[in-house]
């Protein structure tokens, strides 16, 4: 059973930084994508930033330039480093990965931003 534990979310004052990290079971070889998705009260599940095969990233515009995803395969561990924080950054954040076409979600952790 795979099994995603985020931790590191937090209240932060715009401009300010947080890390996230996703904690997983399970071999690395079987993740086709691994990321983080996040959702704001009334919105739906957005995707935040994305590794496909171990190389490719991909980033939301609002976020490019601002938030860094990166993995250490030695810890079973993913990141997402969020600097220049907005209030619109404000949700739930989930770790998200693909292992041979099924979908895992982590629990979610709360990131609010005050302005």
């Known amino acids: 059973q795979v099994q995603l534990v985020e931790s590191g979310g937090g209240l932060v004052q715009a401009g300010g930084s947080l890390r996230l990290s996703c904690v997983f079971s399970?071999?690395?070889?079987?993740?086709?994508?691994m990321g983080w998705y996040r959702q704001a009260p009334g919105k739906e599940r957005e995707l935040v930033a994305n590794?496909?095969?171990?190389?490719?990233?991909n980033y939301a515009d609002s976020v490019k330039g601002r938030f860094t995803i990166s993995r250490d395969n030695a810890k079973n561990t993913m990141y997402l480093q969020m600097n220049s924080l907005k209030p619109e950054d404000t949700a739930v954040y989930y770790c998200?990965?693909?292992?041979?076409?099924?979908?895992?979600w982590g629990q979610g952790t709360q990131v609010t931003v005050s302005s």
């Open positions: 590794i496909i095969n171990e190389s490719r990233t």
């Open positions: 998200h990965q693909n292992r041979w076409g099924f979908d895992y």
């Open positions: 399970g071999s690395i070889f079987s993740i086709n994508a």
